[in-house]
T-cell receptor, first 114, second 115 residues
Framework: NAGVTQTPKFRVLKTGQSMTLLCAQD?????MYWYRQDPGMGLRLIHY???????AKGEVPDGYNVSRLKKQNFLLGLESAAPSQTSVYFC?????????????FGQGTRLTVV | AQSVTQLGSHVSVSEGALVLLRCNYS??????LFWYVQYPNQGLQLLLK??????LVKGINGFEAEFKKSETSFHLTKPSAHMSDAAEYFC?????????????FGSGTRLQVQP
């Protein structure tokens, strides 16, 4: 029972480079989310998906794109990385049902942009 | 929109002392509230959640939280701190009026446990 798996766990990018973060969940959850975590700011929602083939913007979407071609995968892309995107990125998934359902998180990806 | 505020970005206690981490929510309707814990270099793990069935909620690792509507609070407590409790703790609220059903997080409280 893997839950939510993120790859890679660590990455260093140069300014202007691109990369894709992969999130995979094996719980058949409809909802998936990408958050970024910065010191003193908690987790902020970047993009989210309410089902296969659908994506939408969260609070801090600029500089990121996402895709959800398969229900179990949610990809986060950085087309041209900037130092301001240095952060820890977390993917989460949540099943349909009541608002008290738990969100499950991956282990995180620590990204440094130099 | 629902939001949560965590008072105190850092809390330090001695081993064996009471742990109290504060969370206040802003919501015009009863909220769905959560506490998550993040150990160093790990993801977030659910400690407990409030679902309106009971105001005192018991979670894992001896933690509990009490929902107080009159104070709009959901503070996290543990009677006796262990060294292994050192971590960052996040209070979160489930969005109600949006289709995305996302969790909105507080800024976090880092708990340090002194020997």
């Amino acid at each position: 029972n893997a839950g939510v798996t993120q790859t890679p766990k660590f990455r260093v990018l140069k300014t202007g480079q691109s990369m894709t973060l992969l999130c995979a969940q094996d719980m058949n959850h409809e909802y998936m989310y990408w958050y970024r975590q910065d010191p003193g700011m908690g987790l902020r929602l970047i993009h989210y998906s309410v089902g296969e083939g659908t994506t939408a913007k969260g609070e801090v979407p600029d500089g990121y794109n996402v895709s959800r071609l398969k229900k179990q995968n949610f990809l986060l892309g950085l087309e041209s990385a900037a130092p301001s995107q240095t952060s820890v990125y977390f993917c989460a998934s949540r099943r349909t049902g009541g608002l008290n359902t738990e969100a499950f998180f991956g282990q995180g990806t620590r990204l440094t942009v130099v | 929109a629902q939001s949560v505020t965590q008072l105190g970005s850092h809390v330090s206690v001695s081993e064996g002392a009471l742990v109290l981490l504060r969370c206040n929510y802003s919501s015009s309707v009863p909220p769905y509230l959560f506490w998550y814990v993040q150990y160093p270099n790990q993801g977030l793990q659910l400690l407990l959640k409030y679902t309106s069935a009971a105001t005192l909620v018991k979670g894992i690792n001896g933690f509990e939280a009490e929902f107080k509507k009159s104070e709009t609070s959901f503070h996290l407590t543990k009677p006796s701190a262990h060294m292994s409790d050192a971590a960052e703790y996040f209070c979160a609220v489930s969005e109600k009026d949006t289709g995305r059903r996302a969790l909105t997080f507080g800024s976090g409280t880092r708990l340090q446990v002194q020997p």
